[in-house]
């Protein structure tokens, strides 16, 4: 496994100097003070993998498995792309405010779990009449089937677009931060105060810095991806 | 008993009749045809109309859904230029310009949007916005293109009219243009709800459509600073049922029109 993520995580590392490098590049072109701007994108950017990281995960994971049960998750499927989560961000913000970090994390999990639902539940389908028909046909109790092999089998789909979630995600985490009042203060506050600014030294930092988030945790991703679904690791 | 050739509905549509009733089969799609029919007559009636919390948020849609169209368009215009270029170019040139396109789907394209809304300033054009979002719809749809294309090329069909030896010019009037056109509209659909997504994110952060343009971004930004649910609720919920109407077209034009797609049409 170990060995797995390295190799995913090395093989990113091109794309991370190369956003690191134009960062630099445009903060310089912008200003004086660009290292300042780089350290800046820098430190704000574990707050943003403290929001991202564990919605992503409790959104992946419980997707997949509401995807492989049916019934609630294929709703959660069916109304996911009408749940982007900036949006649902804005109407946390306007309806219940009293706990930011909650609903921050709700509003980022949601859509990655409903996209994870729609995955799984595809996975699952297909597999009806192949090895879920023969494991029944062999005698395996519905527990067992699930656990064992339905979802293993929704969580390699899921893993499949969390490339996509991921991007998605750490959008949506821009306009969590932007819009909980105090309750974030991580790079994507810091992209939109420097936008706002016209700091484009700050803002190109900050963004680059989202964007070699996105980069990581794609790699990461597929890293696990990889260990849950010994196939993916072909690709 | 079979009808004769001609009277049978099978035989008498025509691949154009045959998508069409495939895309209305699928139940998301319809409702979603539907949806945006009736938003549209409901966004003209708003801007006639006007007045009250419901005719702002209708007439906020026309400016965000004129936005989109526009964005939209111009990154459908661009993906499958991108695609289609990538794939006639020959496998080195694919695997060049499909490398980046590919990579750049895998981020926060999005935040370009704010970025240049920032740097524009609040005198930003509409123009220069509608490009951006243009270029952030487009790699998607590139290689949305690129997979339609191959996956077409790869048809026994065209094996067979090559076999037949028919002209290189000839196969590609006859054969393989005809049969691009639904595939390729499918993957042109995907950004229009991109570019939707673009401008409505980047308005609610305040710098998205110019100062003065009120999208639905926009009013969902203020209403969530100010606290204001019931200023939020018309044009959350009209967002939320435009992104959903478009993804339902799109999944049903995926599945009615293209080869790749699993599950699509073969």
Redesign the interface.
């Known amino acids: 496994m170990l060995s797995l993520v390295l190799r995913r995580v090395l093989a990113v590392v091109p794309a991370l100097l190369g956003l690191a490098l134009a960062a630099a590049v445009v903060a310089a072109l912008a200003g004086p003070g660009w290292t300042q701007a780089l350290g800046a994108a820098l430190a704000a950017l574990p707050a943003t993998l403290a929001l991202v990281l564990p919605a992503l995960a409790l959104g992946t994971g419980l997707g997949a498995l509401l995807g492989v049960m049916g019934g609630a998750g294929a709703v959660l499927g069916w109304v996911g792309p009408a749940m982007p989560g900036f949006l649902l961000a804005a109407v946390f913000a306007a309806t219940l405010a009293k706990a930011p970090v909650l609903l921050g994390l709700a509003a980022l999990a949601l859509p990655a779990a409903a996209q994870a639902t729609t995955l799984a539940g595809r996975a699952r389908a297909g597999a009806e009449d192949t090895v879920l028909l023969a494991a029944r046909g062999r005698g395996m109790d519905g527990s067992a089937l699930l656990w064992r092999l339905a979802l293993p089998l929704g969580l390699s789909a899921a893993m499949g677009g969390l490339r996509s979630a991921v991007a998605g995600t750490v959008t949506a985490a821009v306009a969590v931060e932007n819009l909980s009042g105090t309750g974030f203060s991580g790079a994507g506050r810091l992209f939109v105060e420097a936008a706002r600014a016209g700091d484009a030294g700050m803002a190109v930092a900050a963004l680059a810095g989202l964007c070699g988030l996105a980069v990581l945790l794609g790699a990461l991703g597929r890293a696990l991806h990889g260990w849950i679904d010994p196939r993916a690791r072909m690709a | 008993m079979h009808e004769p050739a001609g009277t049978d509905p099978h035989w008498r549509d025509g691949p154009w009749q045959k998508a069409g009733q495939r895309l209305t089969a699928h139940r ?1 799609a319809a409702a979603g045809l539907t949806v945006l029919a009736a938003l549209m007559l409901a966004v003209a009636a708003g801007l006639v109309a006007g007045g009250g919390p419901v005719g702002a948020a209708l007439a906020a849609g026309h400016q965000s859904l004129s936005f989109a169209l526009l964005a939209g368009l111009g990154g459908a215009a661009l993906g499958l230029l991108w695609g289609g270029a990538a794939v006639a170019l020959g496998e080195r040139a694919e695997r060049m310009m499909m490398t980046p396109a590919a ?1 750049l ?8 949007l ?2 240049a ?3 524009l ?1 609040p005198e930003r054009g509409l123009a220069p916005m509608a490009v951006v979002a243009a270029l952030i719809a487009a790699p998607a749809v590139a290689v949305i293109a690129r997979d339609e294309l191959r996956a077409l090329l790869r048809r026994e069909f065209l094996s067979a009219v090559q076999a037949a030896g028919i002209p290189n010019g000839r196969r590609l009037r006859r054969h393989i243009l005809p049969n691009t056109v639904l595939p390729l509209a499918a993957a042109a659909w995907t950004a229009l ?1 991109r570019a939707l ?1 673009a401008e ?2 980047a308005s ?4 998205g459509l110019p100062e003065g343009v009120t999208g639905w971004g926009t009013a ?2 203020a ?7 019931v200023a ?1 609720a018309g044009p ?1 919920l009209l ?3 435009t ?2 109407a ?3 077209v799109g999944d049903g034009m995926r599945l009615a029109f293209t080869a790749s797609t ?1 599950g699509g049409r073969r």
């Open positions: 998301p990579a789907t895998g981020l926060p394209l999005a935040l370009a704010p970025l809304g920032g740097l300033g709800p997504m409505s994110l609610l952060l305040g710098l969902i930004g209403a969530a600073r100010a606290g204001d649910a939020l959350a967002l939320a049922l992104l959903w478009l993804h339902g699993p």
